[in-house]
Nanobody, 126 residues
C-alpha cells in the first residue's frame, strides 16, 4: 500500500493559481495511476483528475477541464495538480489517491478507495 502526503493548499483570490503536490512512498510508484479528489463542506467527495503511471493518459472532471492540469514526476514519486483560473466553487479539501494500472473513468469514484490521507485545504475568495 502506497503512503500519500498532500501539500500546497492555501488561500487564493478568484482567478489565481495554486499547485498541489502529493508525495508517495515506496519504490513502485509507476505501477499506480494517481488521482485527485476534493470535498467541499457539506458535500460528497468528488473526482477531479487522474493520470496513468507513465503520465501519458489523463481524465478530468468536466468542472475543471481546461483549468486544472494533472502531472507526475516519477523520479520524485510525486503527482501534481496545477490549478489555474480558480473559482470560489473550487474551495474544498483536496486529496490524492492511487489505483493499480489505469482503470476506466467510471472506476474512479471516491467510494472505491478504502482510506484517505489528511488532504490539503484550498480556499478561493471572491
Amino acid at each position: 500500500q502506497v503512503q500519500l502526503n498532500e501539500s500546497g493548499g492555501g488561500l487564493v483570490q478568484a482567478g489565481g493559481s495554486l499547485r498541489l503536490s502529493c508525495a508517495a512512498s515506496g519504490r513502485t510508484f509507476t505501477i499506480y495511476a494517481m488521482g485527485w479528489f476534493r470535498q467541499a463542506p457539506g458535500k460528497e467527495r468528488e473526482f477531479v483528475a487522474a493520470i496513468s503511471g507513465g503520465g501519458g493518459r489523463t481524465y478530468y472532471a468536466d468542472s475543471v477541464l481546461g483549468r486544472f492540469t494533472i502531472s507526475r514526476d516519477n523520479a520524485k514519486n510525486t503527482v501534481y495538480l496545477q490549478m489555474n483560473s480558480l473559482k470560489p466553487e473550487d474551495t474544498a479539501a483536496y486529496y490524492c489517491n492511487a489505483k493499480l494500472n489505469f482503470p476506466p473513468r467510471s472506476s474512479w469514484g471516491p467510494t472505491t478507495f478504502a482510506s484517505w490521507g489528511q488532504g490539503t485545504q484550498v480556499t478561493v475568495s471572491s
